[in-house]
């Protein structure tokens, strides 16, 4: 009696399972991929003939300047984050343990406001006559103010500014398990603090440094409405031209096959994740 | 000297992070319409938000749509988090894997890949769609941190209630939900943050008849926000800081 109570317990949760997945998570993927390989169409969006034109569109020189513009973007903002994170991630896991649970709280209350609000706020910061400006001549540090608003330093600002909580997550997971005794280890067999630095704990982070770079790279890639709102008429990250072709163009076989590159690539990213060491424990948590 | 340096560093990071949300705050009390320079203390902004009903209105949907997401993506992130636990079964590989990619995926790809099957199956795009898109990218979180915390449950609990006669169901309901409810309230909390957070996923599977604060806010950038929309974040912040502190408050008292 138990038995068949406890089976049929068992069958509705697995059920549950796989058409959560089936039908929230897999369906909408794969319909992503096959309507990379369909025609466009006016009224129904897609259509038949199935053909690889719209993986030819993603050599267009002008989109091709946009990705490039939008890589380079990426990757100063992800090693910008990474360069501040890391000493700051480390300072705050070595502090003692309630304080810790205080700081890391700190790091998410400013994701209680929409990051659109924000990013909207940084306007009165970098613009002409904003607080940076204000506070620069005041200290005769700069004679005229900066024309930072409008322009890419603003939307690379507004980036790193958004997606530093992204890399001190991951990194704090990591850092805050690293065992003190290893330094010391380290010291005893002669290292300096540099070689133990760089020898012990940057490898002993490395999964985190991944899962980091990767959280803050593909979302620098894609955040639009940061290059809306700060950005100047040529500040488009790859992500305002995928919006493009769905909302304006409304070309979604070719806005799907840039969707599908960019999931291979994130694919790419991932497996180097898996293979950055011990995370093949893949109960880990990523923050 | 060197722990002083380390804490002026740390008090910078966190100085940045909170400089946007410090400014919103201060310029909602500016009495003037440009956010350039201070002109002295004011509540107008207050008083004319307060008559603004839409945009009252979609801060109320924004926080109605978090806690509902919050709620479902903890239903759902536990009973997945529990069978993974629990169970062997086919997939099982499959399933974890899709966590952390869900969790690693920029809101991009999922946006339009459940704006598409939502179209094409003719799911009109509403407070319905924004529920299930926002419940697929945090119940990840919420699955992940119950299994941390799982994994840390001793195992011979469960063993000896069922030793003792209990279910199943009397397993997990009277031994490992009490154990694990701090992690299930964590993910509660990581659901409602990242769902009042999420701009790219309303902004594909919102639709026009539903509209959150992020995208009246959108909209409202194009045409010039005026000071009372500092009001209005201002006033959210702090009401979702007081939702939360309370809801802490509760759950460590029952603790």
């Known amino acids: 009696m138990l038995k068949t109570a406890d089976n049929f317990c068992r069958q509705a949760v697995l059920y549950f399972i796989f058409i959560w997945f089936g039908v929230m998570v897999f369906a909408p993927n794969l319909l992503v991929l096959l309507a990379s390989f369909l025609s466009q169409d006016p009224v129904w969006y897609l259509r038949l003939p199935l053909n690889l034109e719209n993986y030819a569109a993603l050599s267009d020189p002008k989109l091709l300047t946009v990705i490039l513009k939008s890589l380079n973007l990426a990757v100063c903002t992800t090693l910008f984050c990474l360069v501040v994170a890391y000493p700051f991630t480390y300072f705050i896991a070595r502090f003692a343990r309630e304080r810790r649970a205080l700081f890391l709280m700190l790091i998410i209350v400013p994701f209680w406001t929409n990051s659109l609000i924000r990013n909207y706020a940084l306007i009165s910061i970098l613009s002409e006559n904003g607080i940076l400006n204000t506070f620069l001549m005041k200290h005769g540090w700069i004679s005229e103010p900066l024309k930072v608003l409008y322009t890419n330093a603003a939307v690379f600002a507004g980036m790193t500014y958004t997606l530093l909580p992204f890399m001190i997550l991951p990194l704090y997971a990591t850092l805050e398990k690293l065992d003190l005794s290893l330094l010391e280890a380290a010291e005893d067999l002669g290292a300096g603090p540099m070689a133990a630095f760089f020898r012990v704990v940057v490898p002993i982070s490395a999964p985190g440094i991944v899962a980091g770079c990767i959280m803050v790279f593909l979302p620098a890639l894609t955040l639009f409405y940061v290059s809306d709102i700060l950005g100047g008429a040529d500040s488009a990250v790859l992500g305002s031209v995928i919006r493009d072709q769905f909302m304006i163009v409304k070309d979604w076989p070719v806005g799907a096959a840039i969707n599908v590159a960019l999931t291979v690539f994130m694919l790419f990213l991932l497996h180097l994740y898996y293979k950055s060491g011990n995370s093949v424990d893949q109960e880990q948590p990523i923050w | ?255």
Not at chain 2, 16 to 35: H, Q
Not at chain 2, 179 to 192: K, M, N
Not at chain 2, 216 to 227: A, E, L, W
């Open chain 2, 1 to 255: 000297m060197v722990n002083a340096l380390k804490y002026l560093y740390v008090g910078a990071v966190y100085l940045v992070l909170y400089a946007p949300l410090l400014v919103t705050i201060c310029f909602s009390f500016n009495d003037s319409v440009s956010a350039d320079a201070w002109f002295g203390f004011t509540v107008k902004w207050y008083e004319r938000l307060f008559a603004d009903k839409s945009l009252i209105n979609s801060a109320l949907r924004s926080l109605f749509l978090a806690a509902s997401t919050a709620t479902t993506s903890t239903v759902v992130g536990t009973i997945i988090a529990i069978a993974l636990h629990r169970y062997r079964f086919i997939g099982q590989k499959v399933v974890y894997g899709s966590l952390s990619v869900i969790m690693l995926s920029p809101e991009i790809i999922q946006g339009i890949s459940l704006v598409m099957i939502f179209v094409i199956l003719g799911i009109p795009l509403g407070f319905s769609t924004l529920l299930l898109s926002h419940t697929v990218f945090c119940f990840p979180f919420v699955t992940i941190t119950v299994l941390v915390r799982l994994k840390g449950v001793n195992r011979n609990l469960a063993e000896a209630g069922a030793d003792l006669g209990a279910s199943d169901v009397d397993i997990v309901r009277f031994i490992l939900i009490p154990l694990i409810l701090p992690a299930v309230f964590a993910g509660w909390l990581i659901s409602f943050t990242l769902s009042i957070d999420d701009v790219i996923i309303s902004f594909f599977v919102g639709g026009k008849n539903y509209e959150i604060l992020p995208m009246k806010i959108y909209s409202m950038v194009r045409t010039g926000i005026q000071p009372d929309v500092n009001a209005l974040c201002a006033a959210l912040f702090f009401a979702t800081f007081a939702v939360v502190m309370l809801s802490y408050r509760l759950v460590r008292n029952r603790k």
